[in-house]
Every structure is written in C-alpha cells, then in structure tokens.
C-alpha cells in the first residue's frame, strides 16, 4: 500500500503562485511515476503534469510553461503553479503509479479569483 498526503493548495488572485507537494510513504519503490491531476466542478478528472523517477516529465498542454513539476528524492513531489488563472480553480490530486498500481491522494482544494 501507499500513502499520499498532498499540502499546499489555497486561494490565490489571478496571476499569482501557488506550490503544491506529495509525500509518499508505504511500499514504495525507487521506480515510479507520480504526478498530479485536477478536477473541476463538474468536469472529469484530468492530468496536469508528471513526472518519472528519472525526472521525465510531461505536461497538460494547458499549463505548459506556467506550471513545473520537480521531485526531491523518490517519494516526495512538488507542483509549481505561477500565473494562476480561474480556469485553473480545482482539487488537485496526487498520483502514484508503478506496474499497473495507482494510488491517489486525498486532495488538496486550489482557487483561483478573478
């Protein structure tokens, strides 16, 4: 099992910085992805960026060159959001994967006012 516990969201004005991080414990191995992905009032769950254990990363076309996702060691994640805008208003939830298994965090709520 893993355990994900994400810290960081908030509200924010348009334009502003926001820096979101997962820490990871339980059964976790040196080899994995994790990342992070949002959802919406009312709209699917959605991939925002992730990054490997090699530090390959990938980007929703969406917050490329707003938002950077770095990793500290193998179990700690951080998001770093500059120029926030509404759109970017969600629950961004932390990811865990490796062979087949997921495990999400609980969430962590992100505003953003106009």
């Known amino acids: 099992q893993v355990q994900l516990v994400e810290s960081g969201g908030g509200l924010v004005q348009a334009g502003g910085s926001l820096r979101l991080s997962c820490a990871a414990s339980g059964s976790i191995f040196s080899i994995n992805t994790m990342g992070w992905y949002r959802q919406a009032p009312g709209k699917q769950r959605e991939l925002v960026a992730t990054?490997?254990?090699?530090?390959?990363t990938k980007y929703a076309d969406s917050v490329k060159g707003r938002f950077t996702i770095s990793r500290d060691n193998r179990n700690t994640i951080n998001l770093q959001m500059n120029s926030l805008t509404p759109e970017d208003t969600a629950v961004y939830y932390c990811?865990?994967?490796?062979?087949?298994?997921?495990?999400w965090g609980q969430g962590t709520q992100v505003t953003v006012s106009s």
């Open positions: 990811n865990y994967y490796r062979l087949g298994q997921t495990y």
């Open positions: 990054i490997t254990s090699g530090g390959g």
